[in-house]
């Protein structure tokens, strides 16, 4: 293998409905390897508040009720590349979401002499994902969280850590809101998955399993990709 392509600062890219654990992984990932996760709505936050170039562009955009466009994003994208603390390497979160947007990503990838080491889609059991989180409660009163079918209070509507019989659903978390979720979730990520997979990037793992399983094998991509 080329040596000099190592030491470019990796590109990976972490696909998953909301739900799956994308977060929990992905900060595993950061610690574990050095890695710095860039979310589209952390990015755009940070350059608006920086007021570089891109992120003026980006605050006109939004303030007139705009949707920012897939160049300013990608201006963003590499002036944060750039920056010290990405040197290691990036966890991409939420971009690209297109895949006219993963094409204007590889061509930034060419001009900085980076490339997508891996794209790692988390695989779920829709019906499995919709019974997990519909199923999901909270004390209104501590917070505790609790779960109709995996993990119910001792006494039925009473929470066990504080007494109180106050207890909270979140709206989003409705059987058909997390159904459609995930189904919009599969329409616009298929293309994407193609896509890498064509390119010979992709990986998949299951993501239905303990969270520590998730993160070993994640970790395993993660190390063969770098
Ligand atoms: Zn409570």
Redesign the pocket.
């Known amino acids: 293998m080329d040596g000099d392509v190592l030491t470019r600062p990796a590109v990976l890219i972490l696909l998953g409905p909301p739900g799956a654990g994308k977060g929990t992984q992905a900060r595993r990932l950061e610690e574990k390897f050095g890695l710095v996760q860039l979310s589209t709505g952390d990015l755009l936050r940070a350059a608006v508040a920086a007021g570089t170039e891109a992120g003026q562009a980006a605050k006109a955009v939004m303030e007139a009720g705009g949707l920012v466009s897939d160049e300013i994003v990608i201006n963003i994208l590499r002036d944060r590349l750039a920056e010290d603390d990405c040197q290691q390497g990036v966890i991409l979160d939420g971009f690209p979401r297109t895949t006219v947007q993963a094409a204007a990503l590889d061509e930034l990838l060419d001009e900085t002499g980076q490339r997508i080491n891996a794209a790692i889609s988390l695989e779920v059991d829709d019906a499995a994902m919709v019974e997990r989180i519909s199923g999901r409660y909270t004390?209104g009163?501590?917070?505790?969280g609790y779960h109709d079918n995996f993990k119910q209070p001792k006494v039925q509507g009473t929470?066990d850590?504080?007494?109180?019989t106050e207890m909270k659903r979140r709206a989003d978390d409705k059987a058909e809101t997390v159904a459609s979720r995930l189904e919009a979730y599969h329409a616009q990520t298929a293309p994407l998955v193609k896509y890498y997979q064509t390119k010979g990037v992709l990986a998949s793992i299951d993501a239905m399993g303990a969270i520590d399983e998730i993160t070993t094998a994640l970790g395993d991509i993660v190390s063969d990709a770098l």
């Open positions: 004390c009163s501590c917070g505790e929470c850590n504080c007494g109180s």
